[in-house]
């Protein structure tokens, strides 16, 4: 009888231990990590909305004919920059999606603003407008790869949470709730243009 | 009675075992990168032995003097990737420059795609901004690269990103030089 009551006992330091290693201590490292990311994601995208008062301001120098490109673009960053999504938002589809899609919505207009650039030889080699150009550029890349780590943190989240044995810590101990992957992998208008030294298209 | 002690048992050794963590598929659809065989790999087959042993010279040189580990790699083929998808993955594949500092460079030129890029670690962002590393790619090397001087666009592009990490120039006078917003 206390051997039986003591092997009853031992099962429960045994569970525990055993769950530790999956569940009870990575579910809060895998969504701090999904968090974290998220927070590179916020911060690139800010970064472009930073950049952008200034190409308007240069474009609007050469290119005063694109005024209606140029509202465009400075009204769908007033959108942009209005939609802010917290880190604990993200269990919160609706939200996500919003942030998304006013994100792309200057995107594309920040697209057709650098392709009627094209038409303006004088601007197109005036070296503010370069740096500006090749900071965009980089800005556009940083965020394509921040939204792809994010997207990663996000699946090893969610399925951790959704997986046995740590789905029995997410549930009794975290209230753990999937988080939201970004839809679209970036339209083509968040594509940076390629450095090409060839005839053919890069 | 033996049944019960087992069990404690059986419990610590499976639950481990099935809560290694998935693999995420990004990882699955990686291209077949070049293997990192020193500071100049050279797939494409483009430069002779003696610009690679000038390009590995002033590389050993530059992450002796001052840390940062600078890499040259011609591409046979991006395997449909773009390049700035290839160059990101094959930068974190290789992990170039110290984990701590992420002062890795590397300098990408995929011949038959016709595109180059250079891959900037993020510790050397404020060093090689993105406007001189599009300035570098656009002054010194896509001319060569167009009238298929690919050594010397690669020679020219080098010269100009070493003498760039050699700079005793602070972060703000850098970032004034090449017109960055900050």
């Known amino acids: 009888m206390t051997r039986t009551r003591l092997n009853a006992l031992l099962l429960v330091p045994a569970a525990a231990i055993s769950l530790s290693g999956c569940g009870i201590n990575s579910i809060p490292t895998a969504e701090e990590n999904a968090k974290a990311r998220w927070a590179d994601v916020q911060n690139q995208y800010q970064r472009r909305a930073d950049l952008i008062p200034n190409l308007v301001e240069t474009v609007k120098g050469y290119a005063a004919q694109e005024k209606s490109t140029l509202t465009a673009v400075t009204e769908a960053r007033a959108k942009a920059t209005s939609i802010q999504v917290s880190a604990n938002d993200l269990t919160d589809p609706a939200k996500v999606q919003q942030f998304e899609q006013a994100q792309g919505q200057l995107s594309q207009s920040l697209g057709r603003l650098l392709v009627s650039v094209e038409a303006y030889p004088d601007l197109k080699s005036n070296q503010n407008f370069l740096a500006l150009q090749s900071q965009l550029e980089g800005t556009e890349n940083r965020i394509t790869v921040a939204r792809g780590d994010y997207n990663n943190a996000v699946q090893s989240y969610n399925t951790q949470i959704r997986t046995f044995p740590a789905v029995i810590g997410a549930k009794v101990f975290y209230g753990s709730k999937p988080m939201t992957p970004f839809q679209a992998t970036s339209p083509n208008a968040e594509k940076a243009p390629t450095v090409s030294f060839g005839n053919s298209a890069g | ?182």
Not at chain 2, 57 to 71: F, K, L, M, N, T
Not at chain 2, 79 to 87: N, R, S, T, V
């Open chain 2, 1 to 182: 009675m033996l049944r019960f002690a087992l069990l404690p048992a059986l419990l610590l050794l499976t639950v481990p075992a099935a809560c290694r963590q998935p693999t995420p598929a990004a990882q699955a659809a990686e291209p077949h990168f070049p293997t990192l065989t020193g500071r100049v790999v050279d797939q494409a087959d483009l430069l002779s032995p003696q610009v690679e042993a000038r390009l590995a010279a002033q590389s050993e040189a530059v992450e002796r003097e001052i840390g940062p580990q600078y890499v040259i790699v011609t591409v046979s083929s991006l395997h449909g990737l773009a390049i700035e998808d290839y160059g990101v993955k094959l930068g974190r594949r290789w992990g170039i420059g110290s984990k701590a500092r992420n002062d890795g460079l590397l300098l990408i030129v995929a011949p038959h795609e016709n595109v180059a890029r250079i891959e900037v670690g993020y510790g050397l962002e404020k060093r090689v901004t993105d406007a001189f590393a599009a300035r570098v790619m656009r002054e010194k090397m896509v001319p060569r690269f167009k009238a298929g001087d690919f050594p010397g666009g690669i020679e020219a592009g080098s010269a100009e990103l070493v003498r760039r990490l050699r700079s005793k120039q602070t972060d703000r006078e850098i970032a004034v030089e090449d017109r960055m917003v900050i």
